[in-house]
């Protein structure tokens, strides 16, 4: 079994911190890059600017596996300059308002520490405190020497963290999904020829897996990403129904969503590698949201997919929680799962 | 045609689970076809070569796609109570009383949280399948698995109901033009696709494949010969419908000539199809590489996405004399 050492810890680290909101994710591709050249065959950044890595299988014609996770996170973007050193600004990808008062943030480049403020409660009325703010009417004040320009991106200020037996951080989704897809390929089996994509633009729109996908023609397809948590308990006593996923049980393995239905075929067969190797697993529950195998799979003339995602709680928020255990355990249901991958897999009973 | 069509609707084949349904239908066609094969995502791909010395033979794609709508398990309770999503357009108005079964032979019926107020329909969330289980220990079914709809096919004599008349009617209509068609002068790829309730995928990716010079898709529409329904002309028994335009797609005018000239030439009845909401596999098939003209040819079908869908059999056959015509002779658009 592989396990989580200090250097991942530190490259998760250096990941999570960079900057990356969808269409500008040059800080951590540059990170990926670094990463990947020592141990791949053949690299490259397409004309969308996400990272296509080759690493050869053995043998005479390797099943031809392409494993996704996407580079870009949630952001923003400066829309206005209001002078004074305060910026309107537009959400980039799906964003809750009501994370964002009070918030530090970090724009442009050079990383100009901002602040997104609201008014205070002493001068807040009763209409005001009830109903949420509009990004409409928020401004990132970066002060009045603060210096952003129109189109820059920001994003939250938030370091990463290891607390105990879990790490928080923002953009857990997707830094997570790269730092496994970095790590695999360390590791990467001989039985199979990977097709690493480290994609851009998912947040909107699965646009970067769609290209890359076409350019790799995978026999099959892995989207490694994250997904949310939603396992707090019931405070009126009722059953949890609707926890999407839970912290602490492992890989998501899904079934459905509103993108994809994942392929029985893959979705057994990597039940069946956790149950043998005894590897903590859970379904994720069937319902919305979406990763980039919904592209993929509808690419050329299709490709088989599943989803494979570590939960985090706070989706989408300054600050997520994932857990050691549920990042290591999903590493290892994937490394043992394309350790034992062959054409076998792919023949419709 | 009535004992096939009884198997095809009672075969279990929610979208994305059509393995059961494509043993089935390839057992019909292979006998008839050239060549047999599945695809990537499962769709069927079963091809009629032209005839020796056809001259200009065009390359033609019919879709009927295989799945229908159904329903997968979100969680079980700790009591073995069993709460779900749909599976394509699941109507939660359709549900409450209904018998499902899982692809492991489980049956299980659909019942409701207590409400207030009974005269609202409730969401899927305040509803549940129970399989007969007392705890989650010994639920024989868990979260992912997937249901379909239970009702067993039902012969009015010219009216037919199953739970998955769409769209295992196209796929009826598909076989038997393929069984009917003796000799094309084209290159025909009957196509059952997979996973259309969800987004027409199947056809997406196997129109790609085959890059077809033109296409169609057989599917149900809708009906407005009921009690109340309203602005919709096509009505049970009067000719398949040809479309002229659905919620996803305008068909190319030139597809609905050639279906127009040929229902008229060999005195089929049809009727003009102009259906607001709703799309089929030709949506999908249109915009794959570098566009194809395609049109559709529909079979109306009362309560579409009940258990209980209902066709007129001399629709289905005369659907069946109008493909085989079209198949038989050379096209030019």
């Given at each position: 079994?592989?396990?989580?050492?200090?250097?991942?810890?530190?490259?998760?680290?250096?990941?999570?911190?960079?900057?990356?909101?969808?269409?500008?994710?040059?800080?951590?591709?540059?990170?990926?890059?670094?990463?990947?050249?020592?141990?791949?065959?053949?690299?490259?950044?397409?004309a969308l600017g996400s990272v296509l890595v080759l690493k050869k299988g053995s043998g005479k014609n390797p099943l031809k596996v392409m494993l996704d996770c996407h580079m870009d996170e949630v952001g923003f973007m400066i829309v206005h300059d209001d002078k004074d050193g305060f910026f309107e600004f537009e959400s980039v990808g799906g964003i809750d308002p009501r994370h964002l008062v009070g918030k530090?943030?970090?724009?442009?480049?050079?990383?100009?520490?901002?602040?997104?403020?609201?008014?205070?409660?002493?001068?807040?009325?009763?209409?005001?405190?009830?109903?949420?703010?509009?990004?409409?009417?928020?401004?990132?004040?970066?002060?009045?020497?603060?210096?952003?320009?129109?189109?820059?991106?920001?994003?939250?200020?938030?370091?990463?963290?290891?607390?105990?037996?879990?790490?928080m951080s923002k953009a857990i989704d997707n830094r997570i999904g790269v730092a496994i897809l970095i790590e695999l390929l360390k590791h990467a089996p001989k039985n199979v020829e990977l097709c690493l994509a480290f994609s851009v633009q998912e947040e909107i729109g699965l646009r970067g897996a769609k290209v890359a996908a076409h350019y790799f023609e995978p026999d099959l397809a892995i989207a490694v990403d994250s997904t949310p948590a939603r396992d707090l308990p019931d405070y009126e006593g009722n059953e949890n129904i609707s926890y999407n996923t839970k912290l602490g049980f492992g890989p998501a393995i899904y079934v459905a969503n509103s993108s994809t239905i994942d392929d029985p075929r893959l979705v057994r067969f990597l039940e069946d590698i956790a149950i043998k190797e005894k590897i903590q697993y859970q379904f994720r529950q069937p319902g919305g949201g979406g990763t980039d195998a919904g592209a993929i799979q509808k690419t050329r003339a299709g490709v088989p997919v599943v989803s494979v995602s570590v939960p985090h709680r706070y989706t989408h928020s300054p600050i997520s929680v994932s857990r050691v255990d549920d990042w290591k355990n999903t590493l290892n249901l994937l490394h043992s799962a394309l350790k034992k991958m062959t054409r076998d897999l792919l023949v419709h009973k | 045609m009535k004992p096939l069509l009884k198997t095809l609707t009672e075969t279990f084949s929610p979208s994305g689970y059509e393995d059961e349904i494509r043993k089935v239908i390839t057992k019909e066609v292979k006998p008839l076809a050239d060549e047999v094969r599945v695809d990537a995502l499962g769709n069927l791909i079963v091809r009629k070569k032209p005839a020796k010395g056809a001259k200009d033979p065009k390359k033609i794609m019919i879709a009927a796609h295989m799945d229908e709508i159904g329903v997968m398990v979100t969680h079980v309770d700790s009591n073995g109570f069993v709460r779900f999503t749909g599976i394509g357009g699941v109507y939660p108005r359709n549900l409450p009383g209904g018998h499902v079964r899982f692809a492991n032979g489980v049956s299980g019926v659909i019942g409701l949280e207590p409400t207030n107020q009974p005269a609202e329909i409730p969401p899927l969330s305040k509803m549940f399948i129970d399989v007969g289980a007392s705890d989650k220990k010994n639920c024989p079914v868990k979260t992912g698995d997937v249901a379909g709809f239970e009702r067993s096919f039902l012969d009015l004599g010219d009216k037919l109901v199953a739970k998955s008349m769409d769209d295992r009617i196209g796929c009826l209509v598909a076989i038997e033009a393929l069984r009917a068609l003796k000799s094309t002068p084209h290159d025909v790829y009957f196509v059952f696709t997979t996973q259309e309730e969800i987004g027409t995928r199947g056809a997406q990716t196997s129109a790609y494949g085959i890059d077809p010079d033109l296409g169609f898709s057989i599917d149900v529409t809708g009906w407005g010969d009921t009690p109340g329904q309203k602005d919709f002309e096509v009505a049970l028994g009067k000719g398949p419908a040809i479309k002229i335009r659905d919620g996803g797609m305008l068909s190319d005018p030139r597809i609905v000539d050639w279906m127009i000239r040929t229902a008229e030439k060999g005195k089929l009845p049809y009727q003009r199809e102009v259906l607001l909401g709703g799309t089929t596999d030709a949506h999908a098939m249109q915009l794959v590489r570098g566009g194809v003209p395609v049109g559709c040819i529909s079979i109306p079908c009362r309560y579409v996405h009940t258990p209980a869908e209902m066709v007129d059999i001399n629709d289905v056959t005369n659907a069946v004399k109008l493909i085989v015509a079209m198949l038989s002779n050379p096209v030019s658009i």
């Open positions: 079994m592989l396990s989580i050492d200090k250097q991942q810890f530190k490259l998760l680290e250096k990941l999570c911190n960079a900057m990356s909101v969808s269409g500008d994710e040059g800080e951590v591709r540059r990170i990926v890059l670094e990463e990947v050249k020592p141990y791949a065959d053949e690299v490259k950044v397409d530090q943030v970090i724009v442009g480049k050079d990383h100009v520490a901002g602040v997104i403020g609201a008014k205070p409660i002493h001068l807040a009325s009763r209409s005001e405190l009830s109903s949420a703010v509009s990004v409409d009417s928020m401004r990132i004040d970066l002060g009045p020497e603060g210096k952003a320009k129109i189109g820059d991106r920001a994003t939250f200020a938030t370091k990463f963290k290891r607390v105990g037996p879990s790490i | -």
